[in-house]
C-alpha cells in the first residue's frame, strides 16, 4: 500500500516579513532594494524546489502578505508564522502543518535564501537524505546549514541559527557530504555571498534585481 513516505518531499521555507529580511545585505543592496531582493531569493529558491522531482509540496512559513502571494502564485502553500517565536519554532510549526494532513510524510526545512539553487542539484540531496532518520548539508562557509531534514515518523528538531552544523551534527542528524550541490549550500546573507551566487548562476527573479557593481 502506498504511504505519505512514498509521495515525495514536503519542504518547509521560513521567511522572515521583507520589511526585517536580509538586514546583513542592507550595505551592499542599499534599504530600498534589500527587501525586493529578500523576495526575489524566496521567489526563485521556491520556484527551483517546486521544480524538483523529488519534491511534493512546499509550504512557506511567513507572516509577509506581499511575499505570501508571490509564493502562493507559484504554487506553495503558505502557513502564517503563528508561533512569532523565531526561526526553529517557525520550521517547527511548519513541520506540524504537512503532518497535521499527512502524518508519515518525509518533511525537510530549506532556507529562503537559495538564489542560485538547481533542482536537479536539490534532488541529489533529498535522496541523500532518504538513507537518514534526520540529516542535514551545511552551508557553503561550513557554519550554517541549509537544509535539515526528518523522514517518517522522526520529528523535525529544528537548530537553525548562526553557527547551526555544529549544532545539527551534535543533535544525532547525519551530514550529507556530497559534490556538486553547491547550490544547495550557497545561502546569501551579505554582498560577497550574492557575488558568490551569481557565479553559479542565479535566479531570473534574482538576477533581474541584482544591484549594480560598484565603482
Ligand atoms: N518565518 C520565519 N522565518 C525566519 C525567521 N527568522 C529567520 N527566518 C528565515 O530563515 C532563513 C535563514 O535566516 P537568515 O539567513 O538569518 O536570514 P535573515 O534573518 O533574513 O538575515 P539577517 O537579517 O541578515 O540575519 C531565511 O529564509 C529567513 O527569512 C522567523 O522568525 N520566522
Ligand atoms: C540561519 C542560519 O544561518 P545564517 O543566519 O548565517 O544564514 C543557519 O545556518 O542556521
Do not use: Q, Y
Amino acid at each position: 500500500m502506498k504511504t505519505d513516505a512514498d509521495d515525495g518531499w514536503s519542504l518547509v521555507v521560513p521567511l522572515k516579513p521583507l520589511a526585517l529580511a536580509k538586514s546583513r545585505l542592507g550595505p551592499a543592496a542599499g534599504e530600498r532594494l534589500r527587501p525586493r531582493l529578500a523576495l526575489a531569493f524566496a521567489v526563485d529558491t521556491v520556484a527551483a524546489a517546486l521544480a524538483c522531482a523529488g519534491v511534493r509540496d512546499v509550504v512557506v512559513v511567513t507572516d509577509d502578505r506581499v511575499a505570501g502571494r508571490a509564493l502562493a502564485a507559484l504554487g506553495a502553500r503558505i502557513v502564517p508564522d503563528a508561533p512569532a517565536a523565531g526561526l526553529n519554532a517557525a520550521l517547527a510549526h511548519g513541520a506540524r502543518a504537512v503532518r497535521a494532513l499527512r502524518p508519515r510524510a518525509r518533511v525537510a526545512a530549506l532556507n529562503a535564501d537559495l538564489p542560485a539553487l538547481r533542482p536537479a542539484e536539490l534532488g541529489r540531496v533529498l535522496d541523500a537524505a532518504r538513507e537518514f532518520p534526520r540529516a542535514f548539508l551545511a552551508d557553503a562557509a561550513e557554519m550554517g546549514t541549509t537544509f535539515l531534514s526528518a523522514g517518517p515518523g522522526v520529528e523535525l528538531e529544528p537548530a537553525f541559527g548562526g553557527p547551526s552544523r555544529l549544532r545539527h551534527l551534535a543533535s544525532g542528524a547525519v551530514e550529507i557530504r556530497l559534490a556538486g550541490v553547491d547550490s544547495v549550500r550557497r545561502d546569501v546573507d551579505t554582498g560577497e555571498d550574492l557575488a558568490a551566487a551569481g557565479a553559479l548562476g542565479l535566479g531570473p527573479r534574482t538576477a533581474a534585481r541584482r544591484p549594480a557593481p560598484a565603482g
